[in-house]
């Protein structure tokens, strides 16, 4: 008789959990699955997937604007956000019934209840205990919002998905990727749109120049942004809120999104008696193999804050079934992760910036072009293109490619494969560009912008 009930109990049904599960259980692991919530976790249900339905919505108004300019006589109709909403969720619970038709033909048994440690083999769920000889924490996380006066006037991304109707009026409170989204989308939308962030510049640790070119293009399509500051209260004055900033003064606004950030979700889990170790933004730790201070607890996604992406939690989720269940040790590669945000315009980067290469490297080169692109030369639209290379001298690899600019995150999906391989600069000079695109000019920049000593 086996001395567990499983080989693999995961508690959270997020991508990266899901990932592990279904794997595992294809080398021939019993493992269950425990979700509290809804099965597909944050990405699925209030992140990656509804952002993008939206990001998509949002740029509807701006295509019709386009379509004259291409001999269309477009009329804007309105736009109704109670049907979108209708329609995302509709999408939502087909995705949902394919992550539970994909665990259930994998053989994982699926336990929807909240799920708690009792010990390093022992997890409860709703009202019975089941062992396993290894548990997986994927948990994920959950925003935040500060503690101020009014705070919970505002609302957070997972409630943005729900609104019954646009408000005329938004502030967005960050300078992340989940705000420059949101103040895009609102503002797609139709809504007047106010970002509100604490620093000089957004994305604190991307290319300045990549992000200044962000800044800048969003701007032009309408989107306020209020630097430097940040808001010290909320009050409600009859149908709207008023935004108390640092300096003072206020702002009046129907709805403020806060997008500051996500705490792990791993409090309350039973982890702490059972040994596991925190770091001090209160994430579990692990080791390059996700494993905790306690041997047969494990921990993928958001819920460890290494790299919160969904791919990075499905590609931990993966090394963990392979490492358990496949006799293959894995830990994931974070060099090199491509990332977009899909803001508008849409902008996306993979590898180093210049300001980070700088210190890493003795000498690089950097290659930057801007431009017009093909699409908006039919129209008044001043939108620009950005693209940018960054070389270290001594190898000719390139360790860096940053763009501003429609269908960004396609194109650089495509370029993060050439700098996984060690691609040069001189074997991106030699390939030839697909004419007429705006990816091409990624293999045409043959002259370095400026030279770094």
Request: aromatic fraction near 8%.
């Amino acid at each position: 008789m086996p001395r567990y009930d499983f080989d693999l109990f995961t508690i959270g049904a997020g991508s990266g959990g899901v990932r592990a599960s279904r794997f595992a259980a294809g080398f021939g692991a019993r493992v269950a699955i425990a979700e509290e919530r809804y099965l597909g976790g944050t990405c699925v249900n209030v992140g990656c997937i509804p952002k993008k339905l939206y990001s998509y919505a949002s740029h509807v108004r701006e295509e019709i604007h386009l379509a004259a300019g291409f001999g269309w006589s477009a009329a804007h109709t309105g736009f109704d956000l109670a049907e979108l909403v209708a329609n995302k969720n509709r999408e939502i619970l087909r995705l949902n019934g394919i992550y539970r038709r994909l665990l259930e033909a994998s053989g994982v048994k699926i336990i929807e209840e909240r799920a708690t440690l009792v010990d390093a083999h022992t997890v409860e769920a709703g009202d019975k205990r089941y062992t396993a000889a290894h548990i997986l924490v994927a948990t994920g996380g959950w925003p935040v919002k500060p503690a101020i006066p009014g705070a919970d006037l505002a609302i957070t991304s997972n409630e943005a998905f729900f609104l019954d109707a646009l408000p005329a009026r938004v502030l967005v409170v960050g300078g992340g990727y989940i705000a420059l989204e949101f103040a895009s989308i609102f503002n797609g939308m139709g809504a007047d749109s106010n970002l509100i962030y604490r620093g000089p510049n957004i994305l604190r640790s991307f290319d300045r120049e990549f992000t200044g070119m962000l800044a800048d293009e969003m701007q032009k399509k309408g989107v306020t942004f209020t630097l430097n500051t940040d808001i010290t209260a909320i009050a409600r004055h009859g149908n709207c809120l008023s935004a108390t900033l640092a300096d003072g003064k206020s702002l009046e606004a129907d709805c403020i999104l806060y997008a500051t950030g996500r705490a792990p979700n791993a409090r309350n889990l039973g982890l702490e008696a059972a040994g596991v170790k925190f770091n001090a933004k209160g994430a579990i730790e692990v080791d390059a193999y996700s494993q905790t201070a306690v041997p047969s607890i494990y921990a993928i996604g958001d819920v460890t804050d290494r790299v919160n992406l969904t791919p990075v939690a499905t590609a931990e989720g993966m090394a963990i079934a392979n490492t358990l269940f496949n006799q293959r040790p894995t830990a994931v590669d974070y060099e090199n992760i491509p990332t977009a945000i899909f803001a508008d315009p849409n902008a996306a980067t993979v590898g180093m910036g210049e300001e980070a290469a700088r210190t890493r490297y003795e000498e690089i080169d950097v290659y930057a072009t801007r431009f017009r692109p093909l699409k908006h030369t039919l129209s008044d639209t001043a939108e620009q293109v950005f693209m940018k290379l960054v070389v270290e001298r001594a190898s000719d690899r390139v360790i860096g490619a940053h763009m501003v600019g429609v269908d960004a995150g396609e194109v650089i999906q495509g370029l993060a494969i050439a700098l996984k391989c060690g691609a040069t600069k001189a074997q991106f000079d030699a390939t030839i560009g697909i004419h007429p695109t705006a990816a091409e000019e990624f293999v045409t920049m043959r002259v370095p912008r400026k030279l770094l000593a």
